[in-house]
């Protein structure tokens, strides 16, 4: 996928201004933000569990490359190959190099943001091979040649009837207006890629050290068959998803789910644990498991390690009012939301998408949300930080946080000023006690007025209050 991350602001107001896509947004809120409140309300363990899952992400993190050593040795003893790949090049010459090895004509795919990341549709197509994407969503996106908008649902930004008139045209069917019957359509249309592909590629939720299986959830099942029906199964995933055992699986899985959709249970857990073996009735004859760093290995033992944790649910993105308005495509790469305002700058160059860990109104949300407690405001924090360090960010705004600083560090000088800002800002409310522009941040105002303050500062009333106290006693 091509960066457009840079272009963060444009995108966004442009999203603003969709009507389809802000109705679409607004109907996909309600059914993730209550579907995961109901869903933790009944679970009763929440906070345990999820404590618990942190620290499992965060053994498994500070025993990474033990890890994936076990991992690796487990994997290749049940007939898997594993490789390494550095970087996205890298990732998608193996899986090109696999594919021409083997004669592979058709690729059948289930949902990988790995491969997003790593452009591997685009160099499989460049090569000659077809690659049908089977996730639903997925592959309502490859009809309308667009990325995924979100990392667990790709399609939420669309409206049922874009994908009836989508259908039309790629099946040439009479048009649809149900969804099951829709989905019936495209299982059919799945059915004949899935019985004829030479390979299957998919992602993988986590990689399991103990066993050396990867394990993939779905609630389409189509995993299941991209993994076992064609002659050759290819994982590609990163190397941050490794985790030590079943059991630490078990803690992870009851949350996924929760998080992701409020379903308490997955639909499908695909569990693939080496090659076909004498006996087995089905199953792959190849296994290869392609591990991807691709600036996983930045993050480790850095001020932001704890973002590796992440279990991809998506929780953060639905429960942020910066994604809920602007939608996924507004980030400009494969991770929108929270998680991508941290994950796309530290990946892809902080001065590729600067705008992205100021896309935040700090509501701490995300970070109420997330399974595995990863302070996500104060990630984006940290690189506001780097920005401001490194310069990235204009002059102007730079100036202004190097005064901020002076000022916050001086209490005699903060009082005096924050004493003529709250009656000037009283001054600017006028008789309705509403400022319509404030110099330097009139994108705020252009949409919102600003209740004017009493003209007194904070210090100012707490004292007064306590005089008055002790006046009565
Ligand atoms: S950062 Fe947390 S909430 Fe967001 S996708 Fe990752 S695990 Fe889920």
Redesign the pocket.
């Given at each position: 996928m091509q960066i457009q991350s840079m272009f963060f602001k444009k995108r966004a107001s442009e999203k603003l201004d969709d009507a389809i896509l802000q109705g679409n947004m607004k109907r996909a809120k309600g059914k993730f933000v209550d579907g995961r409140a109901k869903a933790v309300a009944e679970f009763g363990v929440w906070e345990e569990v999820r404590t618990h899952a942190a620290k499992v992400r965060d053994r498994a993190l500070a025993n990474l490359d033990a890890y994936l050593v076990e991992f690796e040795r487990n994997a290749v003893r049940r007939g898997a190959v594993v490789h390494w790949a550095e970087d996205a090049e890298e990732a998608c010459a193996i899986i090109a190099g696999i594919a021409a090895k083997n004669g592979v004509r058709k690729v059948t795919k289930s949902k990988s943001m790995v491969s997003e990341e790593v452009n591997l549709n685009e160099r499989l197509e460049a090569a000659g091979v077809q690659v049908v994407e089977t996730d639903l969503g997925e592959y309502i996106l490859q009809l309308a040649h667009e990325p995924p908008s979100h990392?667990v649902a790709p399609a939420v930004h669309k409206s049922k009837e874009q994908v009836a008139e989508l259908f039309v045209r790629a099946h040439g069917k009479p048009r649809l207006t149900e969804i099951p019957a829709m989905t019936r359509e495209a299982r059919e249309a799945l059915r004949d890629h899935f019985l004829t592909a030479d390979m299957g590629i998919s992602g993988s939720n986590f990689v399991i050290a103990e066993t050396g299986t990867t394990l993939t959830v779905t609630n389409e099942g189509n995993a299941d068959m991209v993994t076992t029906l064609p002659r050759i199964h290819v994982v590609i995933t990163g190397i941050e998803k490794v985790i030590g055992t079943l059991e630490d699986f078990a803690t992870l899985i009851r949350l996924l789910p929760r998080?992701a959709i409020g379903q308490s249970i997955t639909n499908y857990l695909t569990l693939t644990t080496g090659v076909k073996m004498p006996g087995d009735t089905d199953g792959p004859e190849q296994m290869h498991i392609v591990l991807v760093d691709a600036g996983r290995t930045k993050l480790v033992g850095s001020d932001l390690q704890e973002m590796l944790?992440?279990?991809?649910?998506?929780?953060?993105?639905n429960h942020c009012p910066v994604y809920q308005n602007v939608g996924g495509h507004a980030y400009g790469w494969v991770y929108p939301?929270?998680?991508g305002s941290i994950l796309t700058p530290v990946y892809v160059g902080l001065e590729n998408a600067g705008d992205l860990p100021n896309a935040a109104t700090f509501c701490g949300e995300?970070a109420v949300?997330?399974?595995?407690k990863?302070p996500?405001p104060d990630l984006m924090r940290k690189l506001r930080e780097q920005q401001f360090d490194r310069k990235l960010r204009p002059w102007s705004e730079r100036m202004v946080i190097a005064a901020w600083g002076f000022t916050a560090t001086r209490p005699a000088l903060y009082a005096l000023l924050s004493r003529i800002g709250a009656r000037v800002a009283r001054w600017m409310g006028g008789s309705e006690g509403l400022i319509h522009w404030l110099p330097g941040i009139d994108g705020w105002t252009k949409g919102r007025d600003m209740p004017a303050p009493s003209g007194r500062t904070f210090r100012e009333m707490y004292r007064q209050k306590r005089s008055g106290a002790s006046h009565g006693r």
């Amino acid at each position: 996928m091509q960066i457009q991350s840079m272009f963060f602001k444009k995108r966004a107001s442009e999203k603003l201004d969709d009507a389809i896509l802000q109705g679409n947004m607004k109907r996909a809120k309600g059914k993730f933000v209550d579907g995961r409140a109901k869903a933790v309300a009944e679970f009763g363990v929440w906070e345990e569990v999820r404590t618990h899952a942190a620290k499992v992400r965060d053994r498994a993190l500070a025993n990474l490359d033990a890890y994936l050593v076990e991992f690796e040795r487990n994997a290749v003893r049940r007939g898997a190959v594993v490789h390494w790949a550095e970087d996205a090049e890298e990732a998608c010459a193996i899986i090109a190099g696999i594919a021409a090895k083997n004669g592979v004509r058709k690729v059948t795919k289930s949902k990988s943001m790995v491969s997003e990341e790593v452009n591997l549709n685009e160099r499989l197509e460049a090569a000659g091979v077809q690659v049908v994407e089977t996730d639903l969503g997925e592959y309502i996106l490859q009809l309308a040649h667009e990325p995924p908008s979100h990392i667990v649902a790709p399609a939420v930004h669309k409206s049922k009837e874009q994908v009836a008139e989508l259908f039309v045209r790629a099946h040439g069917k009479p048009r649809l207006t149900e969804i099951p019957a829709m989905t019936r359509e495209a299982r059919e249309a799945l059915r004949d890629h899935f019985l004829t592909a030479d390979m299957g590629i998919s992602g993988s939720n986590f990689v399991i050290a103990e066993t050396g299986t990867t394990l993939t959830v779905t609630n389409e099942g189509n995993a299941d068959m991209v993994t076992t029906l064609p002659r050759i199964h290819v994982v590609i995933t990163g190397i941050e998803k490794v985790i030590g055992t079943l059991e630490d699986f078990a803690t992870l899985i009851r949350l996924l789910p929760r998080s992701a959709i409020g379903q308490s249970i997955t639909n499908y857990l695909t569990l693939t644990t080496g090659v076909k073996m004498p006996g087995d009735t089905d199953g792959p004859e190849q296994m290869h498991i392609v591990l991807v760093d691709a600036g996983r290995t930045k993050l480790v033992g850095s001020d932001l390690q704890e973002m590796l944790r992440c279990i991809r649910c998506g929780a953060c993105m639905n429960h942020c009012p910066v994604y809920q308005n602007v939608g996924g495509h507004a980030y400009g790469w494969v991770y929108p939301g929270p998680m991508g305002s941290i994950l796309t700058p530290v990946y892809v160059g902080l001065e590729n998408a600067g705008d992205l860990p100021n896309a935040a109104t700090f509501c701490g949300e995300c970070a109420v949300a997330c399974p595995v407690k990863i302070p996500l405001p104060d990630l984006m924090r940290k690189l506001r930080e780097q920005q401001f360090d490194r310069k990235l960010r204009p002059w102007s705004e730079r100036m202004v946080i190097a005064a901020w600083g002076f000022t916050a560090t001086r209490p005699a000088l903060y009082a005096l000023l924050s004493r003529i800002g709250a009656r000037v800002a009283r001054w600017m409310g006028g008789s309705e006690g509403l400022i319509h522009w404030l110099p330097g941040i009139d994108g705020w105002t252009k949409g919102r007025d600003m209740p004017a303050p009493s003209g007194r500062t904070f210090r100012e009333m707490y004292r007064q209050k306590r005089s008055g106290a002790s006046h009565g006693r």
